[in-house]
């Protein structure tokens, strides 16, 4: 080991056999299998401290220089590592780096930042770099950056974390343009404090044997969200864009997971597997299952592509213990594991017995979105978080035992969007009131509900089709033993299975004993049309074969804003396909500013006028707007009501 002064660049220099210019408050390292070149700017060499053995090289900058140095690291060592301490913020460039540390020296870690500043981490634009830490040691992280660290530029970063995490910050950590691969990790793939912020870029991460994204506090108590985030400490993930995709193995793993908050904003592409069983917490005293994207805190969705798929036994898609807040994006969930069972000492993982008398300590549920916590307290409860759905698209599929679509551990609402449910278990479950004033929801449950809640359920406006599994399961149901019931107020409901006895209903409604399998049935209200497509009905009853709790035996109930009448078939010839192709709706009012432009309107084939003439291209002088009647434009004339 030999220590490096002032005349450490003439010697660097004169290995290279050219004496070169470099810029000021630069160091260059260039390794060369066993072997590096260190580099250093003449401005800043006095503050400098190199220490050097083969590949494995250290800096330490003096505090005397309150000054940023840029680090350029390039070349390949099969034996090496960088290690750079110092206490003001800092830049290192990786270009065209391969770094595999095979026996530590200063650290495990291929890079270790001793460094609790920014840390620019630019991955030069067009090369490919890879670190492997060493299999021993004791490093946090393959890559490790003491303070926080911001990922830039459009290159590419490969990373294999031997001992633990892949990727390691003390503080926070950003990505913009960058591309990293997580091939392999011990630990987590990327583990950070006070939070973690993605504008966009590529991060794949697979092989690891904990959670993808994992952000914690520093410190005790958190932060509120700052400008800019500038000395905050919230465990927040901020995600606007870029693609994620993440695959995680292990047990009870997290693809994405935040003490604090998750916000999906703008346009990132998110894919995250999970396949890993449930396990029992030794120190929490209750069953833990692997999620796609779960907050301690709350998740708000306002856009992106989120595609998550569980498949180990009870797995969920996404769950929070705040408020998740869906108001844009397109969410596609799957779960197919069983439910998980383990009381600390028996482990089940497809129980399929009874649960109403089992702790809900000593089970997981595959359920697709889960929000919420209900907290039993001596003989009562209290219900914390809640969810609400005002926009995007929502997708959820369950197969596995006990899996229901959405569930809310408090209140939720859904004032907009279009959700599709097809579940084993309930379709969408609320702890406490359920409110549905907009939006497209279709929730077909295989075994239970299609639409449930404890507390009482508020139809109000929307299109909602319900379905519900076979007697004594219902379409909607509430908790009518103790004195909940279902208030239908407005929108266009559609039950097969029946709605509980006892509803209260504002607005006309239909209802018939049975419905046929796989058929086609058409409502029509006032110049609305909906058609609708029923699900395969079990002959052990099938849907609305009988009450639950004294429920409708009825089949089918529709209720809309004026009196409805059935047909069989599909008789909406122009309509707009809703719920994968279950249902297509028509009619209504459009006005000419609701359409492209006048000559769309005459050159369509489809418009006629009241009495049946075709228009052709003339428009009269009365025109007055188009309106929709059985699946055909109709010309509305001034003068006419």
Request: aromatic share 8%; charged share 15%; with cysteine.
């Amino acid at each position: 080991m030999k220590k490096a002064s002032i005349l450490f660049i003439l010697f660097a220099f004169a290995t290279c056999g050219i004496a070169k210019a470099q810029d000021d408050n630069t160091v260059e390292v260039t390794y060369n299998d066993t072997t590096a070149t260190v580099s250093v700017a003449g401005n800043i060499s006095q503050y400098l401290t190199i220490s050097q053995q083969g590949a494995h090289v250290s800096i330490a900058q003096s505090d005397s220089l309150a000054s940023e140095i840029t680090y350029r690291l390039t070349g390949s060592s099969t034996d090496g590592e960088f290690y750079m301490s110092g206490s003001y913020k800092a830049t290192v460039e990786l270009d065209g780096l391969t770094l595999t540390n095979t026996t530590p020296v200063y650290s495990g870690a291929a890079i270790h930042i001793q460094n609790g500043k920014r840390i620019n981490m630019k991955v030069i634009t067009g090369t490919t770099n890879t670190l492997v830490d060493a299999a021993t040691g004791s490093q946090k992280g393959c890559l490790y950056v003491k303070g926080h660290a911001e990922f830039k530029q459009k290159g590419t970063l490969n990373v294999v974390g031997n001992v633990k995490h892949a990727i390691k910050a003390g503080e926070y950590v950003s990505l913009k343009n960058a591309t990293l691969n997580i091939t392999s990790a011990v630990g987590d793939g990327i583990s950070c404090n006070q939070y973690f912020l993605m504008e966009s870029g590529t991060i794949n991460i697979s092989g690891i044997e904990g959670d993808g994204i994992q952000c914690d506090l520093e410190g005790d108590t958190a932060t509120a969200i700052t400008e800019d985030h500038e000395d905050e400490d919230s465990g927040n993930i901020y995600i606007s864009g870029g693609n994620i995709n993440i695959t995680c193995t292990a047990i009870a793993a997290k693809g994405i997971k935040a003490a604090g908050d998750i916000f999906i904003t703008d346009d990132p592409v998110i894919d995250i597997t999970t396949s890993g069983k449930g396990e029992w917490d030794e120190e929490d005293l209750e069953t833990k299952a692997a999620c796609g994207i779960s907050a301690d805190g709350d998740i708000d969705i306002s856009g992106g592509t989120l595609t998550l798929t569980a498949t180990g036994s009870g797995g969920k898609g996404m769950k929070c213990d705040g408020v998740l807040t869906i108001n844009g994006g397109d969410i596609t969930v799957s779960t197919s594991g069983g439910l998980y069972y383990n009381n600390g000492t028996t482990e089940n993982t497809n129980f399929t017995g009874n649960t109403d008398r089992i702790s809900s300590d000593y089970y997981s549920s595959p359920k697709g979105i889960k929000a919420g916590v209900k907290t039993q307290v001596a003989g009562s409860y209290t219900y914390s978080g809640g969810m609400v759905i005002s926009g995007g698209t929502v997708k959820v599929t369950t197969s596995g035992y006990n899996g229901e679509g959405i569930e809310s551990k408090n209140y939720l609402n859904i004032t907009g969007g279009e959700i599709y449910i097809n579940a084993y278990d309930d379709g969408i479950n609320s702890a406490q009131d359920l409110t549905i004033t907009g939006g497209y929801v279709y929730s077909h449950s295989n075994n239970n509900d299609g639409i449930d809640a404890n507390g009482d359920v508020y139809l109000n406006g929307g299109l909602v089709y319900a379905i519900g599994a076979r007697s004594p399961e219902l379409a909607i149901d509430a908790n009518s033993e103790e004195g909940k019931k279902v208030y239908v107020n407005g929108g266009v409901i559609i039950a097969v299975g029946g709605i509980e006895n006892g509803a209260t209903y504002n607005q006309p409604k239909i209802q018939q004993s049975s419905v046929s399998s796989n058929t086609w049935y058409t409502v029509t209200y006032g110049d609305n049309t909906v058609a609708f497509k029923t699900p395969t009905i079990s002959t052990g009853g099938g849907p609305g074969g009988g009450g639950h709790g004294g429920g409708n035996s009825s089949g089918l109930v529709i209720s809309a804003p004026s009196t409805p009448s059935l047909a069989t078939g599909n008789n909406v010839t122009d309509g707009t396909s809703h719920f994968e192709g279950n249902c297509y709706v028509g009619g209504g009012s459009v006005r000419i500013d609701d359409v492209e432009t006048m000559q769309q309107i005459v050159n369509d084939p489809r418009v006629f006028t009241i009495d049946g003439r075709y228009l052709g291209t003339e428009v009269p002088a009365n025109f007055r707007g188009v309106y929709i009647q059985n699946g055909k434009k109709h010309i509305k004339l001034k003068g006419e009501n």
